[in-house]
């Protein structure tokens, strides 16, 4: 069945460094896509990063990059040089192909909530 | 932005009445979906839409009914407002495979009293 987890309710990092946000998955399609949004304070849902389960390469999209460990079923955040800015909520989602049936069913993890300290 | 639109966006209701939510889209696009966020439980699917008339259940869609009769309309229904129904809703639209993101409504807060 679909699966998403995220294990880390909160999380806080210095201002300026790196944090890794963990994200582990399950399923049994082999076509999916694996999101990242942020959600501050004022409550939207902001997209962040994809990565799809064919892609070689890891995504990156300016500070944010999405370490994609298949075998582990793992799509990892990293947020380098941390923000003030970049306290918020952090949620991971899946989205499955069609050949599960579920027709792009878009499932998300519990969030995580990322403190960034001056 | 995408043209999503909730409403209403506050809603106040007592225990046992039906209430409808509703999102608007433009963008055309064919996945619809519902969740509500609570603390602690993230963004749960309730129902979501994979095109007019076709919809389906989600993880907690007991106590709730969805239509879709256009493609820029998606209703959610409460059939009978619990306290435990207080939530979040928020509506999403995707087009495409499973390698397109999704746009998020701004939300719709509901409180049953």
């Known amino acids: 069945a679909q699966k998403i987890t995220q294990t880390q309710p909160g999380m806080f990092v210095q201002e300026k460094e790196a944090v890794t946000l963990d994200c582990t998955y399950d399923?049994?399609?082999?076509?999916?896509?694996l999101f990242w949004y942020k959600q501050p304070s004022s409550g939207e849902m902001i997209f962040l990063i994809y990565?799809?389960?064919?892609?070689?390469q890891n995504a990156t999209e300016g500070r944010y990059s999405l370490n994609f460990q298949k075998a582990r079923k793992s799509a990892n955040l990293v947020i380098s040089a941390s923000q003030l800015g970049d306290s918020a909520m952090y949620f991971c989602?899946?989205?499955?192909?069609?050949?599960?049936?579920?027709?792009?069913?878009?499932?998300f993890g519990a969030g995580t909530r990322l403190a960034v300290h001056p | 932005d995408a043209g999503i639109t909730q409403s209403p966006r506050h809603k106040v209701t007592e225990t046992g009445t039906p209430v409808t939510l509703r999102c608007h889209q433009t963008?055309?696009?064919?996945?619809m979906y519902w969740y509500r966020q609570d603390p602690g439980h993230g963004l749960r699917l309730i129902h979501y839409?994979?095109?007019?008339?076709?919809?389906d259940k989600g993880e907690v869609s007991d106590g709730y009914s969805v239509s879709r009769s256009k493609t820029e309309d998606f209703l959610l229904t409460l059939e009978s407002a619990t306290s435990s129904q207080t939530s979040v809703y928020f509506c999403?639209?995707?087009?495409?495979?499973?390698?397109?993101?999704?746009?998020f409504g701004q939300g719709t807060r509901l409180t049953v009293v």
């Open positions: 963008e055309n696009h064919r996945y």
């Open positions: 989602a899946m989205r499955e192909g069609s050949l599960s049936g579920g027709y792009n069913k878009l499932i």
């Open positions: 990565q799809g389960s064919y892609d070689q």
């Open positions: 999403a639209i995707s087009d495409g495979g499973p390698n397109t993101e999704a746009f």
């Open positions: 399923t049994s399609d082999p076509s999916y896509g």
């Open positions: 839409s994979y095109g007019v008339k076709d919809t």
